[in-house]
């Protein structure tokens, strides 16, 4: 079955700085690629996602790119603020949807003022 | 609100007993699903139900039964549980399962500790 690994597990960052999260997957026919974020007690929402069709897609500050020869995914937050601290979970699917969809193990990043 | 509500929001309960988490979705979707989220695991799906109909289940234990009586109501019924099921137990739904689908709208969970 398919194998997403995500790194590092932990994240620090100053305020203004970038941060980069990476995953990799095991499953070539993985198409389908979403990052969650999830604040402290809350519900892990959809930031962005990407399709295999694509190899980079940008909303605002948040970027993720895809290389599928190389089979990994990153997550790129410009600017970061202090909201932006959470946990992201980066995951792959090889339906192109939530049938079969594998995720990482998240990546709690924290954005210190 | 994203319009998927889990009740109860915390349970406790012994291993002896029985239990069932509820969840209810008024956004329209037709798939619907049950994770699994533990301390310093990755988020792992257990079941998933497309127009009321099971079409996956990853391995779960049967002392862990989902019911989908319709499309927004997803239920997970519990009996005879381990200490190691305690966990965040996550309920998502969405437009579809397929590729065409959208983002999986996650509710609040049940946080499930079991004595």
């Known amino acids: 079955g398919e194998n997403v690994e995500q790194h590092p597990s932990t994240l620090s960052v100053q305020e203004g700085d970038s941060a980069v999260i990476k995953c990799t997957y095991s499953d070539s026919a993985s198409n389908y690629f979403p990052w969650y974020k999830q604040e402290l007690g809350k519900r892990p929402q959809l930031i962005i996602d990407?399709?295999?069709?694509?190899g980079e897609k940008k909303d605002q500050r948040i970027a993720v790119t895809l290389n599928k020869t190389a089979k990994h995914f990153s997550l790129h937050i410009t600017e970061t603020q202090p909201e932006d601290s959470a946990v992201y979970f980066c995951?792959?699917?090889?339906?192109?949807?939530?049938?079969?969809?594998?995720f990482g193990i998240g990546t709690k990043l924290q954005v210190i003022p | 609100e994203t319009g998927v509500t889990q009740t109860p929001r915390h349970l406790v309960m012994g291993m002896t007993n029985k239990k069932s988490l509820k969840c209810e979705q008024h956004l329209g979707h037709n798939a619907m699903y049950w994770y699994k989220q533990s301390a310093k695991k990755p988020l792992e799906l257990m079941f998933v139900y497309n127009f009321k109909e099971q079409t996956e289940n990853n391995s779960v234990p049967s002392r862990f039964s989902p019911e989908c009586p319709n499309s927004s109501h997803l239920f997970l019924h519990l009996h005879t549980l381990q200490p190691e099921d305690s966990a965040l137990y996550l309920c998502?739904?969405?437009?579809?399962?397929?590729?065409?689908?959208?983002?999986?709208?996650f509710g609040q969970g049940t946080r499930l500790t079991v004595v």
């Open positions: 990407i399709r295999s069709n694509v």
């Open positions: 998502a739904s969405s437009q579809d399962i397929g590729a065409g689908g959208t983002e999986a709208f």
């Open positions: 995951a792959a699917s090889v339906s192109g949807g939530y049938q079969k969809v594998t």
